[in-house]
């Protein structure tokens, strides 16, 4: 096979998770809990007991569904914490589909995220309709992705 014939896979290969050993971690970090990208909300340490290691208790919320979960681990063992990403893009179309027309700073185009069905959707619908240039946020972690937040980008003279 040429050089000029290889396509490519469209990853990088870098991983979703990376190692990090319990007590290390800390809150408003993240973890994977139960398979889900989560942020540690609450977290406490317990001490070393008479038959074992001290015990990390972790309270995490799924940073894309809100859900919460519950882990206890040994202090000296390792736990999953997800690659997490943020992005800006400027909003230049909501399609009829639901599907948002993104943009970035390099003008590359996204059109493969769909406008979220809650409140952060519902803002950014009406301030995109009412003509103004709205910038959002895309959270990314573990292969998923999510809008999580918009803004108005206010017009420069």
Do not use: W
């Amino acid at each position: 096979m040429a050089d000029d014939e290889y396509e490519g896979q469209g990853e990088s290969g870098a991983s979703n998770t990376y190692p990090q050993q319990c007590s290390a971690l800390r809150k408003n970090g993240y973890v994977v809990m139960k398979n889900r990208p989560c942020k540690i909300v609450e977290m406490s340490t317990s001490k070393t007991g008479k038959h074992g290691h001290a015990k990390v208790h972790l309270v995490g919320l799924d940073i894309f569904t809100g859900k919460k979960y519950e882990d206890i681990c040994p202090s000296t063992h390792n736990m999953n914490v997800p690659n997490v990403n943020r992005e800006d893009y400027q909003v230049n179309d909501i399609q009829s589909d639901g599907y948002l027309h993104l943009m970035n700073d390099n003008n590359g185009v996204r059109e493969d995220l769909k406008l979220p069905e809650n409140d952060v959707g519902k803002e950014i619908r009406s301030k995109h309709e009412n003509g103004e240039i709205v910038s959002v946020t895309v959270l990314s972690a573990m292969g998923e992705e999510m809008v999580i937040g918009s803004k108005v980008v206010p017009l420069t003279k």
